[in-house]
């Protein structure tokens, strides 16, 4: 039912932007029907729909035989109850299939249009690495999504060893790079196209996108909004996940901070790092996706333990890294003052700890009980012991009233900052 609202929304975008009055059978026969199914290679593969039934590998259906599964197609939508042969995204009418969810005893009023509809707003899913797909009901994105759909028919065509069937990840693909105003030419769309991979026996598909890298050209074209999108995976079983909200401003901070505080030379590298801790199936389960779901792999370990990194400039992959993960805490306070708090303090520490007697290593070994503080009470308690042996006390009672003002699930976020710029400062 989703990809019916999809599809009527595009639908309505389309005809406004064209000046035509196209309804949906129409549409899916002149427009859908010829860049989809009427060539050697399809674009979308539904199981068990007329387009696919009785097709055996390496025998693909001639022109006549095309039209002839298109006439049963318009017959069954005529004549037949909706189902997941036939109306995309529909569940079964079978019982026992897989795909049999969501049935109901209600009596949904549906049209022949919304089953065309259902096929429109299909092939408007955008597909992610691990199998998902998403829907988006913005009107503008549609459109720009439309516009991928002929691009990829002329590499379809163009392109023997390219294979087919693979609509929602070419819509991955294309979004990103559509979006991508370091790489996009509007002159020349498929200039820097790098979407395109072989594969193990020698062919070529078109390559998974990651969530991250769609949604930093999602919302670097609409940087001020948030915007919801439908996840579900359509397949042997159905997956539904369902309406998540993209929080298009926190999605684009961290790169926006990176940038600031680290120059734009190592940005394309530092993004990659952005949303690996944990897959977008997990992210989704935040309820939004948001600046949580662009945690950094491996960061969490210092944020949980109090583990005290380590800073190596020699390495430039490490460093990039290490800034990373600085950026992302940073991103989290929301707040850009507490870059520079932390850094001030960590330059009293570094000096606190010089400042030992000759072979003595009282004054380092206080630093670092103040270093691997986690919560607010750890971290005033461990801090007296500087307060009291410090020649100048204010930048630590200063500091230690900052913590104790601070919300209690920033603590830890900030005191991790802390012991990265000490990291830093201290080599």
Same mark, same amino acid.
């Given at each position: =039912?989703?990809?019916?609202?999809?599809? /009527?929304?595009?639908?309505?975008?389309?005809?406004?932007?064209?000046?035509?009055?196209?309804?949906? +059978?129409?549409?899916?026969?002149?427009?859908?029907?010829?860049?989809?199914?009427?060539?050697?290679?399809?674009?979308?593969?539904?199981?068990? @729909?007329?387009?696919?039934?009785?097709?055996?590998?390496?025998?693909?259906?001639?022109?006549?035989?095309?039209?002839?599964?298109?006439?049963?197609?318009?017959? +069954?939508? @005529?004549?037949?109850?909706?189902?997941?042969?036939?109306?995309?995204?529909?569940?079964? $009418?079978?019982?026992?299939?897989?795909?049999?969810? *969501?049935?109901?005893?209600?009596?949904?009023?549906?049209?022949?249009?919304?089953?065309?509809?259902?096929?429109?707003?299909?092939?408007?899913?955008?597909?992610?690495?691990?199998?998902? %797909?998403?829907?988006?009901?913005?009107?503008?994105?549609?459109?720009?999504?439309?516009?991928?759909?002929?691009?990829?028919?002329?590499?379809?065509? +163009?392109?023997?060893?390219?294979?087919? !069937?693979?609509? !929602?990840?070419?819509?991955?693909?294309?979004?990103?790079?559509?979006?991508?105003?370091?790489?996009? #030419? !509007?002159?020349?769309?498929?200039?820097?196209?790098?979407?395109?991979?072989?594969?193990?026996?020698?062919?070529?598909?078109? @390559?998974? *996108?990651?969530?991250?890298?769609?949604?930093?050209?999602?919302?670097?074209?609409?940087?001020? @909004? *948030?915007?919801?999108?439908?996840?579900?995976?359509?397949? &042997?079983?159905?997956?539904?996940?369902?309406?998540?909200?993209?929080?298009?401003?926190?999605? &684009?901070?961290?790169?926006?901070?990176?940038?600031?505080?680290?120059?734009?030379?190592?940005?394309?590298?530092?993004?990659?790092?952005?949303?690996?801790?944990?897959?977008?199936?997990?992210?989704?389960?935040?309820?939004?996706?948001?600046?949580?779901?662009?945690?950094?792999?491996?960061?969490?370990?210092?944020?949980?333990?109090? /583990? =005290?990194?380590?800073?190596?400039?020699? #390495?430039?992959? /490490?460093?990039?890294?290490?800034?990373?993960?600085?950026?992302?805490? $940073?991103?989290?306070?929301?707040?850009?003052?507490?870059?520079?708090?932390?850094?001030?303090?960590?330059?009293?520490?570094?000096?606190?700890?010089?400042?030992?007697?000759?072979?003595?290593?009282?004054?380092?070994?206080?630093?670092?009980?103040?270093?691997?503080?986690?919560?607010?009470? &750890?971290?005033?308690?461990?801090?007296?012991?500087?307060?009291?042996?410090?020649? #100048?006390?204010?930048?630590?009672?200063?500091?230690?009233?900052?913590?104790?003002?601070?919300? #209690?699930?920033?603590?830890?976020?900030?005191?991790?900052?802390?012991?990265? &710029?000490?990291?830093?400062? %201290?080599?």
């Amino acid at each position: =039912m989703i990809a019916v609202n999809i599809g /009527k929304i595009f639908l309505k975008a389309y005809n406004e932007k064209h000046g035509s009055a196209y309804q949906a +059978k129409n549409f899916f026969i002149e427009k859908y029907f010829p860049l989809f199914f009427d060539e050697k290679k399809y674009m979308q593969w539904v199981t068990n @729909s007329p387009f696919v039934q009785g097709i055996k590998k390496g025998a693909p259906p001639s022109p006549a035989e095309r039209r002839e599964r298109l006439a049963t197609l318009t017959e +069954k939508v @005529s004549d037949s109850a909706a189902d997941a042969s036939i109306a995309i995204g529909f569940p079964s $009418l079978d019982l026992t299939a897989t795909t049999s969810g *969501q049935l109901t005893n209600l009596n949904i009023p549906l049209n022949e249009e919304d089953v065309y509809l259902s096929w429109i707003g299909s092939g408007l899913g955008v597909g992610i690495q691990g199998g998902l %797909s998403i829907l988006f009901d913005r009107p503008s994105l549609l459109l720009d999504i439309f516009q991928g759909w002929e691009i990829y028919r002329e590499y379809l065509n +163009k392109t023997i060893q390219l294979r087919g !069937n693979q609509i !929602n990840t070419w819509n991955g693909q294309w979004v990103t790079h559509r979006y991508n105003p370091r790489v996009y #030419d !509007n002159n020349d769309p498929t200039a820097n196209f790098s979407g395109i991979s072989a594969t193990t026996d020698g062919g070529l598909e078109v @390559s998974t *996108q990651s969530w991250v890298a769609l949604m930093y050209g999602i919302s670097s074209t609409y940087p001020d @909004s *948030q915007m919801t999108g439908y996840v579900y995976n359509l397949g &042997q079983t159905n997956t539904t996940v369902g309406f998540i909200p993209f929080r298009l401003p926190q999605i &684009q901070r961290p790169v926006h901070l990176y940038e600031k505080y680290f120059g734009t030379s190592s940005r394309d590298q530092a993004e990659r790092l952005f949303g690996t801790a944990f897959g977008f199936e997990k992210a989704c389960q935040m309820g939004a996706i948001g600046i949580n779901a662009m945690e950094p792999k491996g960061l969490r370990e210092f944020i949980l333990n109090g /583990k =005290m990194p380590i800073y190596n400039r020699q #390495d430039e992959k /490490k460093v990039i890294n290490f800034n990373t993960y600085q950026i992302w805490l $940073l991103a989290m306070l929301n707040k850009e003052q507490l870059w520079e708090k932390a850094h001030q303090f960590a330059i009293s520490l570094n000096q606190y700890a010089l400042s030992s007697e000759k072979g003595k290593k009282d004054k380092t070994n206080h630093v670092n009980t103040v270093l691997s503080s986690t919560t607010t009470k &750890q971290f005033i308690n461990n801090l007296l012991v500087v307060v009291e042996e410090a020649a #100048d006390k204010i930048p630590f009672v200063e500091m230690g009233k900052l913590v104790h003002e601070m919300p #209690d699930d920033n603590v830890p976020y900030f005191l991790t900052l802390v012991r990265f &710029q000490f990291a830093s400062i %201290s080599k």
